[in-house]
T-cell receptor, first 110, second 108 residues
Framework: SQTIHQWPATLVQPVGSPLSLECTVEGTSNPNLYWYRQAAGRGLQLLFYSVGIGQISSEVPQNLSASRPQDRQFILSSKKLLLSDSGFYLC?????????FGSGTQLSVL | QKEVEQNSGPLSVPEGAIASLNCTYSDRGSQSFFWYRQYSGKSPELIMSIYSNGDKEDGRFTAQLNKASQYVSLLIRDSQPSDSATYLCAASNNDMRFGAGTRLTVKP
């Protein structure tokens, strides 16, 4: 079965520091991959999605970027974090058009 | 702007009642539609998927899709306290987009 691995579970970073969150997928090949952010008590904001290696669609212009160096690896990055980047970050991948989520990273920028 | 909108709630129903959750989407190119359940602090989990017009039933859950009206709904029959959660609607044209969610509380 497919599994979305995402780490770390929690992260506290100072304003202005860099960020790298990695997500890997097991059990399927050529998945669509997604990064979402969820503010407390709010819905899922689509940040980036990828339909293949090196193919990234950006939904929200901001100081975040994403890369897909391998078929089952999706990375979310920032050169300088802002306070507003705090939130619950979720990686997800599709298998047979159904979306499965990783366990999420709770990011606090202080 | 491609959007998915849900009735914001919160929605409260007594145990054993039917809970009705509604969703509309703006992108007519959307081909796939989903309902997810999310408990506080956890990742969303898939409840149902629906791809064609009409009803789809799975146990106590029934999803309804009307592409002409760009409308998706979820009915939960015989609601249980364990159904208390936030329910997220999603529509996809490769770009899986979610609504803001509806918080459901089932009171014993």
């Amino acid at each position: 079965s497919q599994t979305i691995h995402q780490w770390p579970a929690t992260l506290v970073q100072p304003v202005g520091s860099p960020l790298s969150l990695e997500c890997t997928v097991e059990g399927t090949s050529n998945p669509n991959l997604y990064w979402y952010r969820q503010a407390a008590g709010r819905g899922l904001q689509l940040l980036f999605y990828s339909v293949g290696i090196g193919q990234i669609s950006s939904e929200v212009p901001q100081n975040l970027s994403a890369s897909r160096p391998q078929d089952r690896q999706f990375i979310l990055s920032s050169k300088k974090l802002l306070l507003s980047d705090s939130g619950f970050y979720l990686c997800a991948g599709t298998v047979n058009e159904k979306l499965f989520f990783g366990s999420g990273t709770q990011l606090s920028v202080l | 702007q491609k959007e998915v909108e849900q009735n914001s709630g919160p929605l409260s129903v007594p145990e054993g009642a039917i809970a009705s959750l509604n969703c509309t989407y703006s992108d007519r190119g959307s081909q796939s539609f989903f309902w997810y359940r999310q408990y506080s602090g956890k990742s969303p989990e898939l409840i149902m998927s629906i791809y064609s017009n009409g009803d789809k039933e799975d146990g106590r859950f029934t999803a309804q899709l009307n592409k002409a009206s760009q409308y998706v709904s979820l009915l939960i029959r015989d609601s249980q306290p364990s159904d208390s959660a936030t329910y997220l609607c999603a529509a996809s044209n490769n770009d899986m987009r979610f609504g803001a969610g509806t918080r459901l509380t089932v009171k014993p």
